[in-house]
């Protein structure tokens, strides 16, 4: 009899561990990838050439690989900055399916047809002066991007993109558990500050770092959201915990106005 609950609390232990095993690995799988591209490019013929392409080639090539949510925002400073952007967001299931893309857009012959004025630019004339990637993993806590709930206009909203480096992979890591397990996040959230995704860096151009981004109705929407982000006891006890100090030591804020055929 007692080598009998000696297999039965055996048995019990393996199926709790196996249990908890998937239950981790579930968690982990659930978690979103993203690439995050930004175009560089200095004047009206290369946006229109960008537009043409992302509008009428691009979106509907990644439709037809089940992708959606495709987001194509501009930089409010694109007016008066030399140098001007395009950001384009895309999700992903997994780092296989961003390497599998190019391939699979290399195959599709209508896609190479609408794309065709950008795909195939010349030397002295291409749609832009340099682009770069960034390939991001969702956090934790908010796995998957979330569609802003908005009511005005594409052309009035504010998309705020922030970069958040640390100095070094531990400090910018505890920025990151800040976001986490200090519920940076569930306090956004309570806000209403709209936001698409949060994430971590895996590759890019300024790591260590996360990148995150928020959404509003309008400027006076997004002041009005860090006031009350700023006021908030949650924050205020937050951002003096000890555990917490000198974890960022550079950020970067850019606003983005959706394009009109933007999913996002």
């Known amino acids: ?59 509907p090539a990644l439709h037809k690989l089940k992708m959606s949510n495709i987001g194509v925002f501009k ?13 384009v967001f895309m999700t992903f299931k997994s780092l296989d399916d ?26 002295s004339s291409p749609p832009y002066t340099r682009m770069e ?15 802003p709930q908005l009511k005005s206009a594409k052309s009035e909203r504010v998309y705020e993109l922030r970069s958040y480096e640390g100095a070094t992979e ?3 890591q505890n920025k990151v558990t800040m976001f986490n397990v200090g519920d940076e996040i569930g306090l956004f959230k309570r806000l209403n500050f709209n936001a698409v995704f949060y ?11 996360l990148m995150y981004m928020t959404t509003f109705e309008n400027m006076e929407d997004r002041e009005k959201h860090w006031k009350a982000f700023s006021d908030d006891p949650q924050w205020k006890k937050l951002v003096a915990a000890p555990e917490y100090q000198n974890n960022v030591s550079h950020a970067d804020i850019i606003f983005l106005r959706p394009a009109g055929y933007s999913e996002l």
């Open 170 to 172: 531990k400090i910018y």
């Open 133 to 147: 990637t960034m390939i991001l993993y969702a956090f934790p806590l908010a796995p998957k991007m979330q569609l």
């Open 199 to 209: 994430s971590e860096v895996l590759a890019g151009s300024k790591m260590p770092n």
């Open 1 to 59: 009899m007692k080598n009998k609950y000696v297999v039965l609390f055996r048995l019990f232990i393996v199926v709790a561990f196996s249990l908890n095993a998937i239950s981790v690995y579930a968690g982990k799988n659930d978690r979103e990838y993203y690439k995050l591209v930004v175009y560089h490019f200095k004047n009206a013929a290369q946006e229109k050439v960008l537009d043409n392409y992302f509008a009428n080639a691009l979106l």
């Open 98 to 123: 961003i390497q599998n893309m190019s391939g699979q857009l290399e195959k599709d012959a209508s896609y190479q047809t609408a794309g065709s004025e950008y795909i195939n630019s010349i030397f």
């Open 75 to 87: 930089a409010l400073a694109n007016d008066t900055a030399a140098d001007k952007t395009i950001y």
